[in-house]
Every structure is written in structure tokens, then in C-alpha cells.
Nanobody, 120 residues
């Protein structure tokens, strides 16, 4: 069974930084895509950033230049470094992966979410 465990959320002042982590565990063959989404109260869940297994990345326009997504394929872990945080970045951040388990088909998996609050 595949599990995603997130960590790193919290309260930070505007202009501050946070680093989120998401580790996938279980019987895993490969993880073609890893990414982060976020959902603020009253809003739809939106893409923040994704990274493919070869390292190519894609960012939402609102975070480009401030956030950096990275992955450690040996640890099946994806990171989101968030700098110059703004109050508008306040949301629950969710890890999302497209993953192929051993002996199974490609599936889409979500983490439990971690709260990020940017406030003075």
C-alpha cells in the first residue's frame, strides 16, 4: 500500500520561508510525476508546481521565482522550498504523485495536506 507523508507546514511572517517535504512509501516501481497543490478557504484546489522524474518542472505563475520544487528519487521524496511568502500563499498544501506500484497500474495519490499560514 502506498502512503504519502507530508511535513514542514506552519506559521510564518510575510517575506519568510518554509520548506515542505513529502515522502512516498510502500512497494513502488516508479514515480513519473510529483507535485504540490494548494487550497485556500473558499477556493478550488490549484496546482503549485510539478516535477517529472527526469527533473523538468512547471510552476503556477503566482509562485514562479519564489518557490522551488525538487525531488530525491532515491528517497521517493519531493520538496517545496517557499521563499518570499505572502499572505495570499496561505492555504492547505497537498502533495500529489503519479506513481506505479510494484505489479500494479499507474495511479494518482494525495497526501493528507499541511497547513501553511502567512501572517504577521
Amino acid at each position: 500500500q502506498v502512503q504519502l507523508v507530508e511535513s514542514g507546514g506552519g506559521l510564518v511572517q510575510p517575506g519568510g520561508s518554509l520548506r515542505l517535504s513529502c515522502a512516498a512509501s510502500g512497494s513502488i516501481s516508479s514515480i513519473p510525476v510529483m507535485g504540490w497543490y494548494r487550497q485556500a478557504p473558499g477556493n478550488q484546489r490549484e496546482l503549485v508546481a510539478i516535477i517529472k522524474s527526469a527533473g523538468s518542472t512547471n510552476y503556477a505563475g503566482s509562485v514562479k521565482g519564489r518557490f522551488t520544487i525538487e525531488r530525491d528519487n532515491g528517497k521517493n521524496t519531493v520538496y517545496l522550498q517557499m521563499n518570499s511568502l505572502k499572505p495570499d500563499d496561505t492555504a492547505v498544501y497537498y502533495c500529489n504523485v503519479f506513481l506505479i506500484p510494484l505489479g500494479g497500474p499507474l495511479g494518482n495519490y494525495w497526501g493528507q495536506g499541511t497547513q501553511v499560514t502567512v501572517s504577521s
